[in-house]
């Protein structure tokens, strides 16, 4: 089945205490992406990955890190997690076609962080 | 980046209605996309719009593409219950790589 998953799905931490979220998809799919969404302020761009190896920056990527160093993973990286990145966090794959706004974004099923 | 305004922010409806929500910038976009998201899960493309005045039908759904590609509008006929959701629209950046996303609307349709 073709689909993008997340882990973990909820997670509980403390501020400062390094953390990372798996992404990984099994569509051969060159483009990858996060995503936060918190209440009022929508689906929010964290990091994009157009291939492997080439990372960009998106709206929103103060206090997060990523690394494609494979196609099928993309995993996002929070080194000092601070409660302002209590969020809901998406990963998103497509085919890197006729660009992201043109190709199907396929969403992972979140994961639903809280930093105390 | 450019910005994306959805509107209403919340529509809460009968089951039966019609409705039209809203997607609108200041920017031109080579395309925009409507997503569809139910609580716990992640959106689902609903439908891609490209050409200028581009208008889609998904079954009770139409969604129209602006003139001027700076706006769009998803209508939705006899509203059923299984409508509710949040309607997130995006579009791609005209130069690079990124996706923005309007900050949806809520929609509850009751029987």
């Known amino acids: 089945e073709a689909q993008v998953t997340q882990n973990p799905r909820y997670l509980i931490t403390v501020t400062g205490k390094k953390l990372t979220v798996t992404c990984s998809q099994n569509?051969?799919?060159?483009?990858m992406s996060w995503y936060r969404q918190d209440p009022g302020l929508g689906l929010r761009q964290i990091y994009y990955?157009?291939?492997?190896?080439?990372?960009d920056k998106g709206d929103v990527p103060e206090g997060y890190k990523v690394s494609r160093k494979e196609k099928r993973n993309f995993p996002l990286i929070l080194e000092s997690p601070s409660p302002n990145q209590t969020s809901l966090y998406f990963c998103?794959?497509?085919?890197?076609?006729?660009?992201?706004?043109?190709?199907?974004?396929?969403f992972g099923p979140g994961t639903r962080l809280t930093v105390l | 980046t450019q910005l994306l305004e959805q509107s209403p922010q919340f529509l809460s409806i009968q089951e039966g209605e019609n409705l039209t929500v809203y997607c609108n910038s200041s920017?031109?976009?080579?395309?925009l996309q409507w997503y569809r998201q139910e609580p716990g899960e992640g959106p689902v493309l609903l439908v891609t719009?490209?050409?200028?005045?581009e208008v889609k039908k998904l079954k009770r759904l139409t969604f129209q593409f602006g003139d001027a590609r700076k706006d769009s509008s998803l209508h939705i006929t006899a509203a059923q219950t299984g409508d509710t959701g949040l309607y997130l629209c995006?579009?791609?950046?005209?130069?690079?790589?990124?996706?923005?996303f309007g900050k949806g609307t809520s929609l509850l349709v009751t029987p």
């Open positions: 719009v490209v050409t200028g005045g």
């Open positions: 998103a794959s497509s085919p890197l076609a006729g660009g992201p706004g043109m190709d199907t974004q396929y």
């Open positions: 569509m051969n799919h060159e483009y």
């Open positions: 995006a579009g791609g950046e005209n130069s690079g790589y990124a996706l923005n």
């Open positions: 920017s031109v976009f080579s395309s």
């Open positions: 990955s157009m291939n492997v190896e080439v990372t």
